[in-house]
């Protein structure tokens, strides 16, 4: 065995002051880190997603529905998601913006799939405050730019969903997002 080699009970090492404070100081670390990993454990698992929450990690939507001109309000994780068939007026309007002016400079195209221009996907959710956009609904105020109107603190936001007027900060969030084919669209 080597001669440095820690071995026996402190009691047997007594004769020796340094081994038997290094065994000491050996035995605290060892219970200092088994009571870590009892604390770590149990807050590990708090922050893994829960079943519910990774189910709703991704909402795929059946568009084939939706007229030109209409929109739907769906579910991605927890939150509003505004599906939009642009009309070819909506489209139009969102290009004859001077994109330099925006508060958020973004054209149309960015903010849409190549090849799918008409359909334009945002979260439904107020980049001021959080409130839940009008303009989806059949009816609804879509405001002075004819896309989406909050109704909380008066912002409006155009046809691209790009904030033209009002305190919001950003143009509506453009999720992840995918078509899965030419009728279903994969958010998430
Ligand atoms: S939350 Fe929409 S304008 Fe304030």
Not at 46 to 74: F, N
Request: charge should be negative; aromatic fraction near 6%; include cysteine.
């Amino acid at each position: 065995m080597a001669e440095n080699a820690v071995t026996g009970t402190p009691e047997e090492m007594s004769g020796d002051g340094v081994r038997r404070r290094d065994f000491i100081n050996i035995a605290a670390v060892s219970a200092a880190g088994v009571g870590g990993v009892a604390v770590l454990v149990p807050l590990i698992s708090q922050m893994a997603p829960s079943a519910d929450v990774l189910a709703a990690s991704s909402t795929e939507v059946d568009i084939s529905s939706i007229q030109p001109g209409q929109a739907v309000k769906a579910v991605f994780r927890k939150q509003p998601v505004f599906i939009k068939h642009l009309t070819a007026k909506e489209i139009a309007a969102a290009d004859a913006v001077n994109v330099g002016s925006l508060r958020d400079p973004q054209s149309l195209d960015e903010r849409v799939k190549e090849g799918h221009r008409e359909w334009l996907i945002t979260m439904g959710v107020c980049t001021h405050l959080g409130c839940v956009p009008l303009g989806a609904g059949e009816g609804e105020n879509k405001g002075e730019y004819g896309g989406y109107f909050c109704p909380c603190h008066g912002s409006h936001y155009d046809t691209a969903g790009r904030i033209r007027k009002g305190p919001a900060p950003t143009n509506l969030e453009v999720p992840e997002y995918e078509f899965t084919s030419d009728t279903i669209v994969q958010i998430g």
